[in-house]
């Protein structure tokens, strides 16, 4: 039986290789290829979901995931700032500053498995890291999960916690250095894209965005899609973070105060 406070020569030999390998991640595809190779040698899943906080306290999502079933609306629901999934887990987190294990139960009282069941995330095991004021930092969010929901998992998230979030902050900074570093014209993306990018930012969904604006939700998703490719990026996330890192939009929006956490 193994110590909960204590690696095996085994489990040394893999932490050692996912770090060796971190220093190598400065992309998105090298962020993905490492918690989709070696990260998976201490904590098999499919779906990561992770975030840092920028200077303002607000939380930059995203998402790394292998899994066909996890769209893009499971995610915006899991994000949103008001009833979303991370939100909840963030907030219990600032609570009891452990890991946050939630197992695919059967006989759940609590409601957690069908709700797990219907964003396509089966379990989470969920842990953050919060600033010296207090304020969340940073969090990491693994779901499918293939392993026991123990003090073993719980271990493995404590330690490589600070690595996930070190390694996403520097593909962050790296992307926003070649987004400033380009020569794209200030007046990239209209002013009703941006509109439509803001709400994004504060986690609304596509059917809320054309409610407040008064559109269709084709004429939401148009401009949606005309901001990614001007953007040059695939996702919605993405789009308002090279917004944000380019002075489209500004960092506020859904960001986790300690203070209203348990307000909610």
Not at 139 to 145: D, I, K, L, Q, T
Not at 166 to 194: M, Q
Not at 203 to 225: C, F, P, Q, W
Request: charged share 20%.
């Amino acid at each position: 039986m193994h110590n909960t406070n204590e690696l095996s020569d085994e489990e040394c030999g893999h932490l050692a290789r996912i770090l060796l390998a971190s220093r190598r991640v400065t992309l998105r595809h090298h962020f993905f290829s490492w918690v989709h190779g070696p990260v998976q040698s201490l904590i098999p899943h499919e779906i990561l979901l992770c975030g840092v906080a920028d200077e303002s306290g607000y939380l930059l999502h995203e998402r790394f995931t292998a899994c066909r079933y996890f769209k893009d609306d499971h995610f915006h629901r899991v994000i949103h700032p008001g009833n979303g999934l991370i939100n909840q887990m963030a907030q219990e987190w600032q609570v009891m500053r452990v890991p946050r294990l939630i197992p695919a139960l059967q006989n759940d009282a609590g409601g957690w498995h069908a709700r797990l069941t219907d964003l396509e995330l089966k379990n989470i095991a969920f842990h953050g890291m919060s600033w010296i004021n207090g304020q969340i930092k940073g969090y990491a969010s693994f779901s499918r999960v293939r392993m026991p929901f123990d003090g073993r998992l719980a271990l493995y998230l404590d330690i490589l916690l600070p690595h996930l979030i070190v390694t996403l902050t520097r593909v962050l900074a790296n992307e926003a250095r070649t987004s400033v570093d380009s020569k794209r014209p200030a007046g990239l993306i209209t002013v009703r894209e941006v509109e439509v990018l803001t709400w994004v930012r504060d986690g609304k969904t596509n059917d809320e965005i054309a409610a407040i604006l008064g559109l269709s939700m084709l004429t939401v998703k148009n401009h949606l899609r005309h901001a990614m490719k001007k953007l040059v990026v695939r996702t919605r996330g993405q789009a308002v973070a090279k917004s944000i890192a380019l002075g489209f939009l500004r960092a506020q929006g859904s960001r986790i105060e300690p203070e209203k956490m348990l307000e909610q």
